[in-house]
Nanobody, 125 residues
Framework: VQLQASGGGLVQAGGSLRLSCAAS????????MGWFRQAPGKEREFVTA????????YYTDSVKGRFTISRDNAKNTVYLQMNSLKPEDTAVYYC???????????????????WGQGTQVTVSS
């Protein structure tokens, strides 16, 4: 199973980016997909996730109303649309896949089985 994240970059505050995470080697539709981020000197934190059936999405409070997660099971890809970016969103963003995660597990990094390599997002003020 491999996850390939892309789409990061440098953007000014208030701008937008769309991250993509392409999966290969497994039945993508059976996996919950999550995005986590890690800033320098900080622990990896949950950003958002989408259930394996696509029926539920979850967001950390700081990104609600600004970020949107979606998935295209036909393309084995999950997307993270990030709008109204803030300097505090600066981090390395990781996508992750977890098999049939239930809601109570979905915010914890240890619940996920596979991780992408990360993509840097830098928001300048």
């Amino acid at each position: 199973v491999q996850l390939q994240a892309s789409g990061g970059g440098l953007v000014q505050a208030g701008g937008s980016l769309r991250l993509s995470c392409a999966a290969s080697g497994h039945t993508f539709s059976s996996y919950a997909m999550g995005w986590f981020r890690q800033a320098p000197g900080k622990e990896r934190e949950f950003v958002t996730a989408i259930r394996w059936s696509g029926g539920g999405t979850y967001y950390t409070d700081s990104v609600k109303g600004r970020f949107t997660i979606s998935r295209d099971n036909a393309k084995n890809t999950v997307y993270l649309q990030m709008n109204s970016l803030k300097p505090e969103d600066t981090a390395v963003y990781y996508c992750a896949a977890g098999l049939r995660l239930i809601a109570s597990m979905i915010r914890f990094p240890t619940s996920y089985d596979y991780w992408g390599q990360g993509t840097q997002v830098t928001v300048s003020s």
